[in-house]
């Protein structure tokens, strides 16, 4: 941003998010140091620090180098202080992460996909209680408990909005019923939101960065995070990039559509493409991403008809990436999702190439391109990271 | 935004802005009626409007209606308390608006385009100058002057990225050249960005909004606001939606990508495409604007081959636009800039119906599509609107 661009000033808890986000990005800092990293006043940093050790969230440790007078004492996140269940509802399984505060994984499990919204919350509730007692976390540090599917999107409540494979949750008082069996509060939302404010919390990117993840699993999504804040719009349906067009005079998509970037190089449609193709990946109602792994695989080997499916996919991707980066000039690109967790290494260089090519070729600024380190979980990290950020941002009152 | 997503808290100049914003849109609100309307205690809108009325920002005129008890003072903007300078470097013209507190244009008026930087400066200057004398606005309330042109991107201090046609502006300290000149603070920013705080400031549209406004001139942009906020992206490049690709075996583009929307319906492409199709539109060498005002005018008149041709652009802007939606998920579309101020008839059905079509099927919230107001001056009154927005939401400090 240009210098004349008037900041908003930031508010309290603005100043505690941030704050809390220098210290889990820096592992060990003194309050002198975070003063010049956040560029708030020792004052105002001293005030929040005093809060944060109070609630346990931070604590102090040791003694920093000092370079003249008194030594540091060094803060650091107290990742046992809290705790948070994520669950992801995709297409082939459930998977469940319990995370820490400082956004590692604690452990992770996954039990089948459902397809009944009252087995779920059944399920659920005895995967919470099981889970928690496994891990052998204090139950009343797990402050709650998040959701997320894929898209178009999970409302507040339950799942309004659904692709064909999910109609039978949609207007399922899925938060109610969660929060009532688990005993927990319960956040529903997007998988590839979540997956973004995943990768803040588990990877140490600081709030500074604009980040987009591109999530491809049954679908293709994209979740947006800039200064640590969610890109939400007006309806809560933002990176919807698996249905934008590709293909002017491609074929109609079940969205409304024509030519969108999942139908024509999503899983589905690129297990269909190698089919075609006389490749043979099993049984025709073999669960796609088990298909898909099984393409990529043969495609990693360097078999050249799975390779050749699998660059088409990701042509595709790339485009779709492109538009993402074209629009929401992130700086930090993140290929994530069960799809790209077997497939990565085929779709970075495309994805990395076609994005960076043109950003070249307009001047514009620098971009990272990375696969997630969480792929298979990315999700459900990101769903227990939601949580966690919920809980440390708290919903605001008047500043007067 | 569903409710149990956590708001941020709103710091003391996210509330004089909300404050204002509400004002403006209210014409006149008692103090009473805008704690309701922003959510804010009565004690914070009772600080913001006093210190809003030393400003001289607002007056209390009048007295409302009362629901019982004394009477309550309404308050107003203070249109004529402050003026600031906007001014777009178009391909074909450059253009000026005066606007006032309220985002109304006080006088606007054309010059040539201007090809050398040095030469804008001295005529920039000069306009400035002549400009507020012409308008009778006492000079001392003119608070600053904002210069917008097409993308990539103008730079904090001069164009530093530029499409072909502006190649001689890279690196030239436009911004302190025109403050030496012109006496006053100068912004520099992307025409497409300023069209949207233009909207948001000249047709009375609320803070809530996440707005996209679709500026379709020389080129196609985009700019995005939420919440009263530009979304600016990592290297204020967001929004560059003219450059996505919607036919991935479409031809090469400039920018280094394929099948770019700009490159198969902008302006420039339709006028080729007329051409092609035997439509006389003048010598070879006319002017882009004019030329594609001259085929939108036959088309308008019901020519069947300028039609044809103007509907295939209005097909490439409609998945242009559909997928600007998908990604950013605004409440409201406004298509604005020169092309549409003369096609904007033919565009809006095509654009509604691909737009709103695909929100139907998905079952996605409603969105609002619909003609700017402003069309050939709407990027000069953003670029207006964007010093008025930059003086009422003044860079803040540390709030403690």
């Known amino acids: 941003m240009p210098a004349d661009v008037p900041a908003v000033a930031a508010s309290p808890t603005q100043s505690r998010t941030k704050i809390l986000d220098v210290i889990r990005a820096s592992r060990t800092i003194s309050r002198v140091e975070l003063?010049?990293?956040?560029?708030?006043?020792?004052a105002t940093v001293s005030t929040v620090v005093r809060r944060l050790l109070v609630d346990g969230l931070v604590v102090e440790v040791g003694?920093?180098?000092?370079?003249?007078?008194?030594?540091?004492?060094?803060?650091?996140?107290e990742p046992t202080a809290r705790y948070a269940l994520g669950v992801q509802l995709a297409a082939e399984a459930t998977i469940f992460v319990l995370a820490d505060l400082g956004g590692a994984t604690v452990s992770r499990w996954r039990r089948p996909a459902l397809r009944d919204p009252e087995q779920a919350?059944?399920?659920?509730?005895?995967?919470?209680?099981?889970?928690i007692e496994r891990a052998g976390v204090p139950r009343e540090r797990v402050i709650g408990l998040g959701v997320v599917a894929s898209g178009p999107q999970l409302a507040a409540t339950g799942i309004?909005?659904?692709?064909?494979?999910?109609?039978a949750w949609v207007d399922f008082p899925l938060r109610d019923r969660l929060e009532e069996r688990a005993g927990l509060p319960v956040l529903l939302d997007n998988d590839a939101t979540a997956t973004a404010v995943g990768l803040y919390w588990a990877d140490g990117v600081t709030a500074a960065t604009t980040i987009a993840a591109l999530f491809m699993g049954h679908g293709i999504g994209a979740g947006v995070l800039t200064g640590g804040q969610v890109y939400r719009g007006a309806t809560n349906n933002a990176g919807e990039i698996g249905h934008v067009t590709v293909q002017l005079d491609?074929?109609?998509?079940?969205?409304?559509?024509?030519?969108?970037a999942e139908l024509l190089g999503g899983t589905?449609?690129?297990?269909?493409?190698?089919?075609?193709?006389?490749?043979?990946?099993?049984?025709?109602?073999?669960?796609?991403l088990a298909a898909f792994g099984a393409l990529a695989r043969r495609a990693l080997a360097g078999e050249p008809g799975p390779l050749a499916v699998v660059q088409h996919s990701a042509r595709v991707v790339a485009v779709a990436a492109h538009t993402l980066v074209n629009v929401v000039d992130p700086d930090l690109l993140v290929l994530t999702g069960p799809a790209f967790a077997v497939a990565?290494?085929?779709?970075?260089?495309?994805?990395t190439e076609v994005v960076t090519g043109t950003r070249f070729a307009r001047g514009s600024g620098p971009i990272a391109v990375r696969l997630s380190t969480h792929g298979p979980e990315s999700a459900a990290l990101g769903a227990a990271a939601l949580v966690l950020q919920a809980e440390l941002t708290p919903r605001g009152g008047d500043p007067g």
Chains 1, 2 share one sequence.
Request: proline share 11%.
């Open 250 to 260: 491609g074929p109609p998509c079940w969205c409304g559509n024509r030519g969108c």
């Open 344 to 351: 990565g290494p085929l779709y970075l260089p495309v994805v």
């Open 35 to 42: 003063a010049q990293a956040t560029g708030l006043t020792q």
């Open 121 to 131: 919350v059944e399920m659920i509730g005895a995967e919470v209680d099981g889970g």
């Open 160 to 167: 309004a909005l659904a692709p064909p494979a999910m109609t």
């Open 63 to 77: 003694r920093g180098v000092s370079t003249g007078g008194k030594p540091r004492t060094l803060l650091r996140i």
């Open 268 to 288: 589905a449609a690129t297990i269909e493409r190698a089919r075609q193709a006389g490749i043979d990946l099993g049984p025709a109602d073999r669960p796609t």
